[in-house]
């Protein structure tokens, strides 16, 4: 049994940045695949970023994202520059077992075992 645990949510300005951190516990997590997801009001829940054997983005947070980890600390990261205001939503991170050797396997929320309560991303323009 994995747990996890987000930090690192808040409210920005528009071309701000925040980093978020997961870390887990229960287990070891340096051989699992770490997602971010996200959902605002109204929306479906959104794949963001993975770690696993590759790195993964959506092409909404490509080139202003980053994802990494720290496995000794049982922690993944996701970097977030340039905010925008579409960017407003409760963040969530997530684990499963497998390495996601593809996008599709990397972004589907249902392929996730593990799930943090998330935390709240705010970007006022």
């Known amino acids: 049994q994995v747990q996890l645990v987000e930090s690192g949510g808040g409210l920005v300005q528009a071309g701000g940045s925040l980093r978020l951190s997961c870390a887990a516990s229960?287990?070891?997590?340096?051989?699992?695949?770490m997602g971010w997801f996200r959902q605002a009001p109204g929306k479906e829940r959104e794949f963001v970023a993975a770690?696993?054997?590759?790195?993964y983005y959506a092409d909404s947070v490509k080139g202003r994202f980053t994802i990494s980890r720290d496995s000794a600390k049982n922690t993944v990261y996701l970097q977030m520059n340039s905010l925008k205001p579409e960017d407003t939503a409760v963040y969530r991170c997530?684990?499963?077992?497998?390495?996601?050797?593809?996008?599709?396997?990397?972004?589907?929320?249902?392929?996730?075992?593990?799930w943090g309560q998330g935390t709240q991303v705010t970007v006022s323009s």
């Open positions: 997530a684990a499963k077992t497998d390495q996601s050797p593809t996008y599709a396997g990397a972004s589907r929320h249902y392929k996730y075992e593990y």
């Open positions: 229960g287990r070891t997590f340096s051989r699992y695949t």
């Open positions: 770690s696993g054997s590759s790195i």
